[in-house]
T-cell receptor, first 110, second 112 residues
Framework: RKEVEQDPGPFNVPEGATVAFNCTYS??????FFWYRQDCRKEPKLLMS???SGNEDGRFTAQLNRASQYISLLIRDSKLSDSATYLC???????????FGGGTRVLVKP | EAQVTQNPRYLITVTGKKLTVTCSQN?????MSWYRQDPGLGLRQIYY???????DKGDVPEGYKVSRKEKRNFPLILESPSPNQTSLYFC???????????FGEGSRLTVL
C-alpha cells in the first residue's frame, strides 16, 4: 500500500460547480498535511495547509479526518483557472519527511 | 525576489556522461531537497539536507550524489547517468518545521 494515495482523476468539472476529492495516508502518526497545486509542466506550489479543525481559504476548503486517515479538498464555484493537479503532502512522525501523493487532476470546462 | 533556481532547465545527454544540476536558494533556508517526478509515480525524494554538511538519502537515492557545502547551494550529481534517470527533477527548500516547500522551476533531463 502506498503511504499517500490519491485518485488520479481526471475530475471533469463544469465551470461554477463544486468538486471534492480525498487523499488517504497510511501512517497514523503523521503530523501535518498540505495541499499543493501543480500546473502542467510547472513546479508545485503550496495551496493550503490542513488543520485538525478544518480550514477554508476563499473557495477552497480542506478537512482532516484522523480516524479514517484521509484529508479532503473541496473547491466551490470552480473557475477555469482551477484546472491543475492537486498534490496531497503528508509530513511524517519523524518531522522532516514529506511524502507526496501522486496527484489528482482537475479539469474545469466551460 | 525569493526563489529557488535550478540549472539547466533542459538537458539531453548520453549514458555515462557525468552531469550536475545546480540548485540555489536565496531565502536562507536550512532544509533543501531533490525530487524526481515521473508519470504515475508522483514526486519521489532523492536526497535531502537539513543544513550545511548534513545530507541524507531519500526514497530513490541510487545513482545520485549531492553535496551541501554552503547553505544556499545543493547540487545534484549524476556520476554515470543511465536512461532510467530520464525524468523531471525539482529542487526545493524550506525553513525547518514550516512545511511549506518552495520549488525550483524544474529540470527536464533526458539520458539517451
Amino acid at each position: 500500500r502506498k503511504e499517500v494515495e490519491q485518485d488520479p482523476g481526471p475530475f471533469n468539472v463544469p465551470e461554477g460547480a463544486t468538486v471534492a476529492f480525498n487523499c488517504t495516508y497510511s501512517n497514523s502518526a503523521s503530523q501535518s498535511f498540505f495541499w499543493y497545486r501543480q500546473d502542467c509542466r510547472k513546479e508545485p506550489k503550496l495551496l493550503m495547509s490542513v488543520y485538525s479543525s478544518g480550514n477554508e481559504d476563499g473557495r477552497f476548503t480542506a478537512q482532516l479526518n484522523r480516524a479514517s486517515q484521509y484529508i479532503s479538498l473541496l473547491i466551490r464555484d470552480s473557475k477555469l483557472s482551477d484546472s491543475a493537479t492537486y498534490l496531497c503532502v503528508v509530513r511524517g512522525a519523524a518531522g522532516n519527511k514529506l511524502t507526496f501523493g501522486g496527484g489528482t487532476r482537475v479539469l474545469v470546462k466551460p | 525576489e525569493a526563489q529557488v533556481t535550478q540549472n539547466p532547465r533542459y538537458l539531453i545527454t548520453v549514458t555515462g556522461k557525468k552531469l550536475t544540476v545546480t540548485c540555489s536558494q536565496n531565502m536562507n533556508h536550512e532544509y533543501m531537497s531533490w525530487y524526481r517526478q515521473d508519470p504515475g509515480l508522483g514526486l519521489r525524494q532523492i536526497y535531502y539536507s537539513m543544513n550545511v554538511e548534513v545530507t541524507d538519502k531519500g526514497d530513490v537515492p541510487e545513482g545520485y550524489k549531492v553535496s551541501r557545502k554552503e547553505k544556499r547551494n545543493f547540487p545534484l550529481i549524476l556520476e554515470s547517468p543511465s536512461p532510467n534517470q530520464t525524468s523531471l527533477y525539482f529542487c526545493a527548500s524550506s525553513n525547518q518545521g514550516t512545511g511549506e516547500l518552495f520549488f525550483g522551476e524544474g529540470s527536464r533531463l533526458t539520458v539517451l
